[in-house]
Nanobody, 122 residues
Framework: QARLVESGGGLVQPGGSLRLSCAAS????????VGWFRQAPGKKREGVLC????????YYVDSVKGRFTISRDNAKNTIYLQMNSLKPEDTANYYC???????????????WGQGTQVTVSS
């Protein structure tokens, strides 16, 4: 059973950058899909992007294309979400999740982290 822990969130000014990490224990992430979701106050959780077991990346939110990238480090059993040119509308609690395949819905994933807060504000 995989245990996921996100880190790297915080307060950043508009236009700034953050790198979130999703570290796994108890199971390898290699060969599995890992997605990033976010949930803003009063809004539904939404899928942002996902990296498949074969390292194919799928975006589910058009507004992050060109600004967010996802990568994996199998040696560290960690997935990274690099977020650049951050906007106030990116403010949310960000979660990582793993499953067999990428998907844009929460039900597509089996294991979840506890989330890390990202706040974009001047």
């Amino acid at each position: 059973q995989a245990r996921l822990v996100e880190s790297g969130g915080g307060l950043v000014q508009p236009g700034g950058s953050l790198r979130l990490s999703c570290a796994a224990s108890g199971s390898t992430l290699e060969g599995y899909a890992v997605g990033w979701f976010r949930q803003a106050p009063g809004k539904k959780r939404e899928g942002v992007l996902c990296i498949s077991g074969s390292d194919r990346v799928t975006y589910y939110v058009d507004s992050v294309k060109g600004r967010f990238t996802i990568s994996r480090d199998n040696a560290k059993n960690t997935i990274y979400l690099q977020m650049n040119s951050l906007k106030p509308e990116d403010t949310a609690n960000y979660y990582c999740a793993t499953g067999y395949y990428c998907g844009g819905s929460s039900g597509d994933y089996d294991y979840w982290g506890q989330g890390t807060q990202v706040t974009v504000s001047s």
